[in-house]
């Protein structure tokens, strides 16, 4: 029967598992929980080909316990109930370890059913999960469980891992085999930390290497290239690898770094994410920007509907043109302090009634006790008069701040020698 090669060649060891030194290192905590023998609840977070599922099984040998495997996108709750009905039988009379891979794909209910059994210590959950554990989970098994990121792999761990498996693979098949210059480092940086993605690529050069005259197999960079073509790209549209792609470019942005906005937005159009992008170049004009010069706000605008009306690819030439502006521009965000903090007091209640002055005139004559008496501000010297527009209970408060920038600098200077203050 046919097994993939990281299947049939998954470490049997934690000093096998490529990366995940934070966690499974001499003195890592994960490492000395799996060398103990007394295995809690746990959850493991991290992206695809990882080692999550591999360091499962090898903690599951170190128990006593019988193990058990589900894996949340075809598992229902009668799986669980078969579980349950192990326990306390002569199949499972220490009760059980259960894996349960791709958690985020259990319901509320789903993942209620095993805590009573998780509570009394019947059942010993690891799970898995790609998806930001504190969303996808829910609170009460997160509370009895103890979670554990794992990161992406870099190249060279990628790299340690294929070079172990081709020593296995030529000891099983006795067939020798010879790589260009570059192989395993171009397939290491193509799979996107991804080891499982990487070991496929082998398995697949494997597979299609033309023997030579001595019987060996030559895998040759341009086959790599050839199989490997997008495959570094993480993304889903819907999860944490979206939301950091978002937040780098956000970032960058706001950092000024016009290099590193223009990778982010790069890995976006390269994914087909024409309109994420778009969005996250239009807020940072307002957020990071803002009055600092705020024509960058119709400058990004045309940017952006020139880049919607052509499309990918050739939308690329005037987005990349807005992230490079945007990172070369001034910052200033003291309008979106503003409007937080006047958000803030608002919500905590701190309103209060409109000034009699600032309300419609439509109450004039209705009974009031006097008249709306509005100044009139263009009727005055420098268009502008004394006059209070918050309500009593906030007339001291200060919601913008003039930043340090050149324009909001001469707009208070301007306003400081009007107002009497300069």
């Not at 172990?164 to 397939?187: A, F, H, M, S, T």
Request: with cysteine; net charge negative; charged share 25%.
């Amino acid at each position: 029967m046919y097994r993939p090669l990281a299947d049939e060649f998954r470490p049997q060891t934690l000093d096998d598992v490529a990366g995940q030194e934070h966690i499974l290192g001499p003195d890592g905590m994960l490492r000395r929980i799996a060398e103990s023998g007394h295995i809690p609840c746990m959850i493991f977070y991290g992206p695809s080909g990882t080692g999550k599922t591999t360091v499962a099984r090898i903690i599951a040998q170190k128990t006593n316990r019988p193990l058990r495997r589900l894996n949340a996108t075809t598992a229902s709750l009668s799986d669980i109930k078969d579980i349950i009905a192990e326990l306390d039988t002569f199949l499972a009379p220490e009760g059980v370890l259960l894996y349960l891979d791709e958690i985020q794909y259990f319901n509320k209910k789903q993942q209620q059913s095993l805590l009573e059994f998780i509570e009394n210590g019947k059942i010993t959950l690891i799970a898995s999960t790609t998806e930001n554990p504190y969303f996808c989970v829910f609170n009460a098994i997160l509370s009895r469980s103890t979670v554990f990121e794992f990161k992406q792999l870099e190249p060279a761990d990628v790299k340690k891992a294929q070079e172990r498996v081709l020593d296995l693979l030529q000891k099983r098949d006795g067939v020798p085999i010879r790589l260009e210059d570059g192989v395993l480092d171009y397939i290491a940086s193509a799979c996107g930390g991804d080891a499982r993605k990487g070991l496929n690529t082998l398995e697949l050069l494997y597979n299609t290497a033309v023997p030579g005259k001595d019987g060996a197999l030559t895998f040759t960079l341009a086959d790599a290239r050839a199989v490997t073509q997008r495959s570094a790209m993480r993304y889903d549209r819907d999860g944490d690898e979206h939301y950091d792609i978002l937040s780098a470019l956000m970032k960058s942005m706001r950092g000024s770094d016009p290099d590193a906005a223009v990778h982010y937005l790069a890995r976006f159009l390269e994914t087909g994410d024409l309109l994420g992008a778009c969005r996250r170049i239009l807020c940072s004009a307002s957020e990071d920007i803002g009055l600092a010069y705020p024509l960058a706000v119709p400058i990004v605008k045309a940017c952006v509907d020139s880049a919607l009306q052509l499309g990918l690819p050739e939308a690329r030439l005037p987005l990349a043109e807005a992230v490079i502006f945007l990172s070369t521009c001034p910052k200033s965000n003291t309008g979106c302090m503003a409007i937080d903090a006047a958000m803030a007091d608002v919500k905590a209640g701190k309103a209060g009634p409109i000034p009699r002055e600032l309300q419609n005139v439509h109450a004039d004559g209705t009974g009031f006790e006097r008249e709306q008496g509005y100044l009139y501000p263009h009727d005055f010297h420098h268009r502008w008069v004394a006059q209070q527009y918050l309500p009593d209970s906030l007339k001291d408060a200060r919601y913008y701040e003039y930043g340090d920038n050149k324009t909001e600098q001469a707009a208070k200077k301007y306003w400081d020698l009007i107002k009497g203050e300069g």
